[in-house]
């Protein structure tokens, strides 16, 4: 039960952190039709830490980001975030 609290107090979180500085900053356009920029790392680590976590490691995938952080009771997540809007669209908990 505390397990399922605390993720979902995680999910409904995770908004902003100390930025990771890094040449990814750039801003790429996914669907050039759409012309939606996507969010730059700094931005996304800034989500993930707002929400409580300590940011280790942001990565840009093919479908957006892969966010690799820390909880207060030292659990690991990994975390796949929409690069639009910043959603997490999933989150593993590594053991």
């Given at each position: ?21 890094s ?28 929400r ?14 892969e966010?690799?952080a ?10 796949r ?9 999933e ?5």
């Open positions: 039960m505390r397990k399922t609290l605390i993720l979902s107090a995680i999910t409904v979180c995770l908004t902003s952190a100390p930025a990771l500085a040449s990814d900053d750039a801003r790429p356009r996914p669907n050039a039709a759409l012309d939606t920029p996507w969010m730059t790392v700094s931005e996304v680590a800034d989500l993930v830490t707002a409580g976590l300590v940011v280790h490691e942001v990565e840009r995938e093919g479908y957006g980001y966010v690799d820390v909880d207060a009771d030292g659990r690991r997540f990994e975390l975030v929409d690069p639009i809007t910043g959603t997490i669209l989150q593993e908990i590594d053991d």
